[in-house]
């Protein structure tokens, strides 16, 4: 599975932006896919995941009610949905992907693919 992270741009606080992660392969709609984020002189941290069918996501505290994660397996792309986007929030953002059945992991070690990340500023 190859990822392709796109959308990231400069924003102002408050305002929004929409990520889209697309997967190559056929088995894509069958991977969990998360997104994770690095800022600089900072590790990597979890965003928000779905599960392959959509009916289960994951969110990291310091976004729930503002970012909203979805997808649509027709396209093999999931979405990451930012509003009310704050200046501590600018980093690389990563879409990941790990094929499984159960559960929506959290961690960066779980997933196994991993896209080229893109850069998403927000300015104060």
């Known amino acids: 599975v190859q990822l392709q992270a796109s959308g990231g741009g400069l924003v102002q606080a408050g305002g929004s932006l929409r990520l889209s992660c697309v997967g190559s392969g056929r088995t894509f709609s069958r991977h969990v896919v998360g997104w994770f984020r690095q800022a600089p002189g900072k590790e990597r941290e979890f965003v928000a995941a779905?599960?392959?069918?959509?009916?289960?996501?994951a969110y990291a505290d310091s976004v729930k009610g503002r970012f909203t994660i979805s997808r649509d397996n027709a396209k093999n792309a999931v979405y990451l949905q930012m509003n009310s986007l704050e200046p501590e929030e600018t980093a690389v953002y990563y879409c990941?992907?790990?094929?499984?059945?159960?559960?929506?992991?959290?961690?960066?070690?779980?997933?196994?693919?991993w896209g080229q990340g893109t850069l998403v500023t927000v300015s104060s």
């Open positions: 779905i599960h392959w069918n959509g009916a289960s996501t």
């Open positions: 990941a992907a790990d094929y499984r059945i159960l559960g929506v992991p959290t961690t960066a070690r779980d997933y196994d693919y």
